[in-house]
Nanobody, 124 residues
């Protein structure tokens, strides 16, 4: 059974940085594409970034392009989201997800497993 555990969220001032981590256990990590999504109160879950099984392909939402970087370390079964130049509108619960096709795709429905989420709050 696949388990995903996120960490690294917190409270940061606008313009600051955070790095989120997500560890996958229970299956072979490098078989999975990985994605980060976020959900603010009263809003639908939205795509943030995705990375394919090898790390050779990444894709970002326009709202975070140039500020966020997704990466993975297959030896550590971990995917990261480096978030720089944070804005108050980035405030949300951030979720990592695993796509067993290995591709990493931008729709929540394409993912098979989800973490419990980690809160990111950006103050103005």
């Amino acid at each position: 059974q696949v388990q995903l555990v996120e960490s690294g969220g917190g409270l940061v001032q606008a313009g600051g940085s955070l790095r989120l981590s997500c560890v996958l256990s229970g299956r072979t990590f490098n078989n999975y594409g990985m994605g980060w999504f976020r959900q603010a109160p009263g809003q639908e879950r939205e795509f943030v970034a995705t990375i394919n099984w090898s790390g050779g392909s990444t894709y970002y939402a326009d709202s975070v392009k140039g500020r966020f970087t997704i990466s993975r370390d297959n030896a550590k079964n971990t995917v990261y989201l480096q978030m720089n130049s944070l804005k108050p509108e980035d405030t949300a619960v951030y979720y990592c997800a695993a796509d067993r096709t290995g591709w990493g795709r931008p729709r929540p429905g394409d993912y098979d497993y989800w973490g419990q989420g980690t809160q990111v709050t950006v103050s103005s």
